[in-house]
Nanobody
Framework: QVQLVESGGGLVQAGGSLRLSCAAS????????LAWFRRAPGKEREFVAA????????SYADSVKGRFTISRDNAKTAVYLQMNSLKPEDTAVYYC????????????????WGQGTQVTVSS
């Protein structure tokens, strides 16, 4: 069992930065690939970024490549999303998730989900 709790969301101006954190509980944390998804108002949930169990592999949505960076700290059982050069279209609720592999996690086939944290980017 893994519980995920996101933090770090807030209001930021376009061009600014935020760092999201997701604290995880559970001994099996290192065995899961981790990802960030987001859901904007009136839109479906979309994949943002994912990282493999060993942090040797990462994947990003085209819309965030070069601006967002995902990382994990297995010792602290946490995953992070550094978001730079934020745009109004990045406004959404951001969720972290844990899955069996990088591939399945990217596809949204995740075993655990957090409750989400709101990110609002003003123009």
């Amino acid at each position: 069992q893994v519980q995920l709790v996101e933090s770090g969301g807030g209001l930021v101006q376009a061009g600014g930065s935020l760092r999201l954190s997701c604290a995880a509980s559970g001994r099996t944390f290192p065995y899961y690939a981790l990802a960030w998804f987001r859901r904007a108002p009136g839109k479906e949930r979309e994949f943002v970024a994912a990282i493999s169990q060993s942090a040797g592999g990462t994947s990003y949505a085209d819309s965030v490549k070069g601006r967002f960076t995902i990382s994990r700290d297995n010792a602290k059982t946490a995953v992070y999303l550094q978001m730079n050069s934020l745009k109004p279209e990045d406004t959404a609720v951001y969720y972290c998730a844990a899955g069996q592999s990088l591939v399945t996690t990217v596809n949204g086939d995740c075993d655990y989900w957090g409750q989400g944290t709101q990110v609002t980017v003003s123009s």
